[in-house]
């Protein structure tokens, strides 16, 4: 009788496959987290948040790996080469995901055939601010001093094809408003000149903004989302400021390689999930005003497409290019 039962258990242990082996022993090493922008700006605030908790729940580092250049490409095209074994993975990003593929005539990868959805991490309300020394006290009062001195107020962004130079070019169609156009090499380098007043306005994610609010070297003059922030609740919408419809968030996620084993891909997403529905990080997203989601694989699939539809038509009418 042990015979047959040792036969049977060894029968059973062969045909388990080798992605479902894989994903059972999955994780035993750390875990490498590509961010494809330069550190100091939401993406990395954002990331560390989630990654602290992945790295406890998961029994596994997690590491942030900063790879900046060519609008994140450099880092989505290091991630595309890598093993997809699911110790490379990338931050997902609006401007990576939903941008780049319509902004660049070439990509040495294809976004949507070369790089699996995971989950959707969070959105982030982008927030429309001002110099201090500019005296427009709302987004109306800033659009007329626009309207009256055309191609002289500038605006900084983290880049070319970043979240804040969409949101800001975005704006200027439906405003019809002249701005003059600043990119630098990330977040960390924009703000630095932003709140010395080398720039006149920008549009930002809250969690980079707040302690130069609170020092009031920069004014809020709009949010993006559909509903006020809870932290800045005296902050009227843009939709409220004349522009109805008007809406715009920065978002992140995690991917991969399309050649993820799917139970690495469920894993992945199911610990997302938990460590951003958790109370730890659920506390620390709301102290930066950031929307916690923790998606499924599929509905962030399902999201990314519809982040395409619309910013492929923002970037043709703006003409859009890279540097």
């Known amino acids: 009788m042990k015979s047959v039962i040792a036969l049977l258990l060894a029968g059973s242990v062969a045909a388990l496959s080798p992605a ?19 550190p100091g700006g939401t993406t990395e605030i954002i990331a560390r948040t989630v990654t602290q908790e992945l790295s406890k729940n998961m029994g596994q580092q997690w590491i942030l790996d900063s790879k900046p250049g060519a609008g994140g ?17 990338i931050v997902g990003h609006i401007g990576t ?7 660049f005539d070439k990509l040495p990868f294809d976004t949507n055939r070369d790089f699996a959805p995971i989950s959707l991490w969070v959105k ?15 987004l109306r009062e800033f659009v007329k001093m626009a309207q009256s001195r055309p191609g002289t107020m500038s605006y900084g962004s ?7 130079h969409l949101a800001t070019e975005y704006f200027k169609l439906v405003a019809k408003i002249d701005l003059l156009h600043v990119p630098y090499k990330g977040t960390g380098p924009q703000l630095i000149d932003l709140v010395a007043g080398r720039n006149h306005f920008a549009a930002l994610g809250t969690p980079p903004l707040m302690q130069h609010i609170k020092a009031g070297k920069l004014r809020p003059v709009a949010i993006g989302s559909s509903q006020r922030s809870a932290l800045l609740p005296d902050v009227p919408t843009v939709a409220e400021q004349g522009y109805p419809g008007y ?7 995690l991917n991969g390689s399309a050649k993820l084993p799917a139970e690495v891909v469920k ?5 997302s999930a938990k460590a951003i529905k958790g109370q730890a990080v659920r506390d620390r997203l709301n102290t930066d005003d950031v929307i916690g989601v923790g998606s499924s694989a599929k509905e962030y699939a399902d999201f990314i497409r519809s982040e395409q539809a619309r910013w492929s038509e923002v970037v043709q009418k703006a003409k859009i290019r890279p540097e």
């Open 97 to 103: 995901l939903a941008v780049n593929p319509f902004m």
């Open 158 to 164: 983290a880049g070319i094809g970043s979240a804040g």
């Open 267 to 271: 894993r992945l997403a199911d610990e």
């Open 124 to 138: 982030v309300p982008q927030l429309y601010v001002v110099h201090a020394d500019v005296p427009a006290r709302d």
């Open 247 to 253: 809406e715009t968030t920065q978002w992140y996620g």
């Open 20 to 38: 479902f082996v894989q994903a059972q022993a999955y994780p035993n090493k750390p875990i490498r987290l590509v961010n494809p922008f330069a």
């Open 73 to 89: 490409n450099i880092a989505m095209e290091e991630v595309v080469r890598s093993a997809p074994d699911g110790y490379t993975l």
